[in-house]
């Protein structure tokens, strides 16, 4: 069974200074999940989130445009499961023939396309049974004003070179 997820946003866990996208069921319990992610995809969540515009399409942004010029439609994403601390996604596309197909996908990559296209984000109870946590546990561990000011910070401060292998 699948659950309705919002988008709460992105903060960096302390003191690592690593990117942690928030979903939170929109009903029943409203737990969190937290799923850590990449510097470059927080950034790409910041963005959509806060309607910032670029000079140029993002990967996200063009990958939304080309859907959209195909007459196709992300319908939802699913977060589908987590193995070995790698949590999984799926997409569900409807063609323009109104065939649908389903593609693995990043959570992160996921999830920074429904932002842009305003689809619905679900996930797996099993997945929110195993990895989310009750919202007045998040509530505790910071401020959401702060959250995002910490975000913010880690995004001015980080170099693509960071993400390089040594």
Known sequence: MTIEMELVGVRVQMPTNTPILLLRETGGQRRIV???IGGPEAHAIDLALSGTPT????????????????GAALERVVVTDLKDGTFFAELTIRDASG?????SAR???AIAL???TGSPIFAEDALIEAAGIEEDEAAEE???EEMVQELRKFLDEVNPEDFLPE
């Open 34 to 36: 937290p799923i850590y």
């Open 55 to 70: 000079a140029r399409p993002m990967t996200h942004d063009l990958f939304a445009e080309v859907l959209d010029g195909l």
């Open 99 to 103: 065939g649908v197909q389903t593609m």
């Open 107 to 109: 959570p992160s990559d």
């Open 114 to 116: 429904a932002a842009r």
């Open 142 to 144: 910071g401020d959401e």
